[in-house]
């Protein structure tokens, strides 16, 4: 399995950007198809994004499309989330996570498609 580590997340202001990595190692990390989930104070985890192995094909989840730009540079082993123009609704844990070895982007638009999950990093967008 890979393990993962999120960073990056923080405190700001509506409007604002926030970029978050997820660094990934032990196991090859190209193989594996990966999403963004988040978790707000008594939500259930919900899809953010997701990217495949290569990362040639993206996913977004309504909420967040045309703000959020999901990314991974596989010689680095990590993936990366770019959020623009934050919104007090975007205030949650942001996790990362990898799917099964060559599985399709499919099954990581689920949090039942995950295999491993990272610990996740706070983001709060205050107005």
């Known amino acids: 399995q890979v393990q993962l580590v999120e960073s990056g997340g923080g405190s700001v202001q509506a409007g604002d950007s926030l970029r978050l990595s997820c660094a990934a190692s032990?196991?090859?990390?190209?193989?594996?198809?990966m999403g963004w989930f988040r978790q707000a104070p008594g939500k259930e985890r919900e899809f953010v994004s997701a990217i495949s192995w290569s990362g040639g094909s993206t996913w977004y989840a309504d909420s967040v499309r045309g703000r959020f730009t999901i990314s991974r540079d596989n010689a680095r082993n990590t993936m990366y989330l770019q959020m623009n123009s934050l919104k007090p609704e975007d205030t949650a844990v942001y996790y990362c996570g990898a799917g099964p070895t060559n599985a399709p982007i499919v099954v990581v638009t689920t949090t039942g498609g995950v295999e491993s999950w990272g610990q996740g990093t706070q983001v709060t967008v205050s107005s």
């Open positions: 032990g196991s090859s990390f190209s193989s594996h198809a």
